[in-house]
């Protein structure tokens, strides 16, 4: 049965990937809203959708429909909107009586999880979240292939360089109030997939923290991790500067690197699918990876830094 959506922040870089999502799994979007009007996405998925840049009157606008358009009321918000934003505007799709799909982190910090869920226990809807890394087939067989191991604890180095411009410290995400900082806005996916291969965090360091790239050790159940996060271009190797490309996501367990550089295309959509199923991504499996962000943005600066990650050593001066 077809089901209606609603969108904020249709006018960001992810909005793209939920409107092909609604499309793909045979749904809808009734309305977007977005301060910003550079929304000429919406002719290509839902020319029809009303749009609004005033957040007030989309709010208004979702509740005529709930009180004199059954047919037309929303099932479900997508909240692409700025991190700070997501807890407001996932309590509007409770209030609504309708599901929120949000993207990370769904919340910055962890006590706003505790009253979101005491207000979905009153609510007819459910808050999911968007954790797409758990759905890539080659990270599922990783996790099948951990499970038989009896390693107890792995050695896995994380290295995420994501090149942008100064354009970026100067808009909400380059404002931690707003984002939550690098940890947040750019790690939190891989911190919930290593999480979710082994285990419950135990001890963490920071080593190194900027506005354009963090460093530090996080020791998990089953595993030591060395993460390094930038989106500073200098920290890429040469050779992936001369291959002409701006990213390096890499993940290395006991050595061995993980291959997950394809299969990204459809990710979002297989979410879809499955929170549509009932099998989506909840509160509390957001909980552990907001905890961890939110515990990198207070911890200071160790003084140790017994395991410093490879990329890390030349900030610090190490050799």
Not at 115 to 130: D, F, H, M, P, W
Not at 253 to 280: A, I
């Amino acid at each position: 049965m077809m089901k209606n959506f609603a969108m904020t922040g249709i006018a960001g870089y992810i909005a793209g990937r939920h409107l092909k999502s609604i499309k793909d799994t045979g749904n809808r979007l009734i309305a977007a809203m977005d301060p910003h009007d550079s929304v000429g996405i919406l002719d290509r998925y839902f020319p029809n959708a009303s749009f609004f840049t005033e957040f007030e009157r989309f709010d208004r606008h979702l509740e005529k429909l709930r009180r004199t358009s059954p047919e037309e009321k929303i099932d479900y918000l997508t909240i692409c909107s700025p991190n700070h934003l997501h807890d407001a505007q996932i309590r509007l799709a409770l209030r609504l009586g309708a599901n929120a799909i949000c993207e990370k982190p769904l919340v910055l910090n962890p006590w706003n999880l505790d009253a979101l869920q005491e207000l979905e226990n009153e609510s007819a809807g459910k808050v999911y979240t968007i954790l797409q890394l758990r759905v890539h087939p080659s990270l599922i067989e990783l996790k099948n292939k951990l499970q038989h191991e009896t390693q107890t604890k792995h050695d896995v180095v994380l290295t995420y360089i994501t090149s942008r411009g100064p354009w970026y410290k100067y808009s909400w995400k380059g404002d931690q109030h707003k984002s939550g900082g690098i940890a947040t806005n750019i790690g939190i996916h891989f911190f919930d997939l290593l999480m979710w291969y082994f285990g419950n965090v135990e001890r963490i360091e920071v080593h190194f923290s900027s506005e354009d790239k963090i460093s530090g050790f996080i020791e998990l159940e089953r595993a030591n991790v060395k993460w390094f996060l930038s989106i500073d271009r200098n920290d890429l190797p040469e050779e992936v500067v001369k291959n002409g490309k701006t990213t390096l996501r890499s993940i290395k367990v006991d050595d061995k690197e993980v291959e997950f550089t394809e299969g990204f295309t459809d990710l979002h959509t297989k979410v879809y699918s499955e929170t549509l199923e009932g099998r989506g991504f909840v509160i509390e499996t957001a909980r552990p990876s907001v905890e961890l962000v939110h515990k990198i943005r207070d911890e200071k600066i160790t003084g140790k830094r017994t395991v410093v990650h490879p990329f890390a050593k030349n900030i610090l001066g190490i050799k």
